[in-house]
Nanobody, 122 residues
Framework: QVQLAESGGGLVQAGDSLRLSCAASGRIAPNHYVGWFRQPPGKEREFVAGIGWTGENARHAESVKGRITISRGYAENMVYLQMNSLKPEDTAIYHC???????????????WGQGTQVTVSS
């Protein structure tokens, strides 16, 4: 089992930055892949970014490239999502999740956190 806990969400204005954190515990392994997904109100869950637990194979959705960056914090067993130049359309619940392989589809992820709300006002 892997446990995930997201934090760092909040209410911000357009153009602001936020850093989301995903704390992983339990039986997380070097071959696991950690993804960030978001679900805007009334819409499907979508892939934002992913990274291997060893810090390799980072992927970012085309819609967020240049503004949102995923990274690993090794000492703390953390995965971060740095979000800059936020837009109202970034408003969503953000979840981190763990897959056994590189994946961008939600169905491939086995473990999920509860999520953290990000709201961007215009």
């Amino acid at each position: 089992q892997v446990q995930l806990a997201e934090s760092g969400g909040g209410l911000v204005q357009a153009g602001d930055s936020l850093r989301l954190s995903c704390a992983a515990s339990g039986r997380i392994a070097p071959n696991h892949y950690v993804g960030w997904f978001r679900q805007p109100p009334g819409k499907e869950r979508e892939f934002v970014a992913g990274i291997g637990w060893t810090g390799e194979n980072a992927r970012h959705a085309e819609s967020v490239k240049g503004r949102i960056t995923i990274s690993r914090g090794y000492a703390e067993n953390m995965v971060y999502l740095q979000m800059n130049s936020l837009k109202p359309e970034d408003t969503a619940i953000y979840h981190c999740a763990v897959s056994f392989a590189i994946a961008t589809q939600a169905y491939a992820y086995i473990y999920w956190g509860q999520g953290t709300q990000v709201t961007v006002s215009s």
